[in-house]
């Protein structure tokens, strides 16, 4: 692991750990996880994510199971925990490891790592399944990450994933003015087409949907001078029209705000 790495490591480290935050970062937070998060909520976003993602799980009865780049475990993470035949958990964070580590303390098979996942500390492997919310556009060499995520499953194994895309032109735009003042631009780096492609190219892509297409006008049309009702209404019908249309539409998808991936690893020739 190279000297610059081990930085960033250590600056996210701290930085999730304090949630400490420039000018420009909590501005952009604000839009991201106040006035967005708010809409999710509201038309059904974050619940439609939630029953998806248990539905891409299956039967975890039998699984060994990671929890890629976790913190204190997201709303997922003690189902998993529960219902998998092998929970591990891994952040670099102590912090977020250790309240994990409390929460999952009487659960047989369930355990919580502070580790690097490119690190060669990291031994273990053959997993059944990786979760990985929030996490894989952390790493700035998709290849590299490509290739570890390949190490660690097990044959047929299976990810789940989401993240952020920069593929919508105006949020592009707004990136890329706000990107060089941004606190976390070393490990941020939302997934551009030529990403989502590399992994379209490298594992079996079984199921994708993406949110925040339409649904994300949705802020804008929050001013206009009609009823509560029919914004909402407005929203859940553009929300909708994202979800169908990501899953089989690349012009659609690439629209969007979010991704969500369920990938399987191809068998090795």
Not at 64 to 84: E, W
Not at 94 to 109: A, E, T, V, Y
Not at 146 to 151: F, Q, Y
């Amino acid at each position: 692991m190279n000297r610059d790495y081990k930085n960033i490591n250590q600056r996210q480290r701290e930085f999730y750990n304090t949630k400490k935050k420039n000018a420009a970062t909590r501005i952009w937070s604000y839009f991201r996880n106040g006035a967005l998060n708010r809409i999710k909520k509201r038309i059904g976003v974050e619940h439609d994510i939630y029953e998806l993602h248990k539905a891409w799980f299956g039967d975890l009865s039998n699984k060994k199971v990671l929890d890629l780049g976790c913190f204190a475990g997201n709303s997922l993470s003690f189902y998993l925990a529960q219902n998998s035949r092998e929970y591990l958990g891994i952040d670099l964070s102590p912090i977020g490891i250790d309240n994990l580590s409390q929460r999952i303390l009487k659960i047989p098979g369930a355990r919580a790592e502070v580790i690097d996942f490119l690190s060669e500390g990291f031994k273990e492997k053959d997993f059944d399944l990786i979760y990985a919310y929030g996490v894989l556009h952390h790493f700035k060499d998709v290849d590299e990450l490509i290739s570890k995520l390949k190490e660690k499953l097990s044959n047929g194994g299976e990810i789940v994933s989401h993240d952020p895309l920069q593929t919508s032109l105006p949020i592009k735009l707004i990136r890329s003015i706000y990107r060089p003042f941004q606190s976390d631009k070393d490990w941020e780096w939302p997934f551009s087409k030529k990403t989502y492609y590399k992994f379209e190219e490298a594992f079996e892509i079984r199921g994708r949907r993406a949110v925040l297409g339409k649904a994300k006008w949705s802020v804008f049309a929050n001013l206009l001078p009609v009823s509560e009702e029919k914004k909402i209404n407005k929203a859940k019908l553009w929300h909708r029209e994202d979800w169908e249309m990501s899953a089989h539409s690349d012009k659609h998808m690439f629209t969007c705000m979010h991704l969500s991936l369920h990938m399987v690893k191809k068998p090795v020739k």
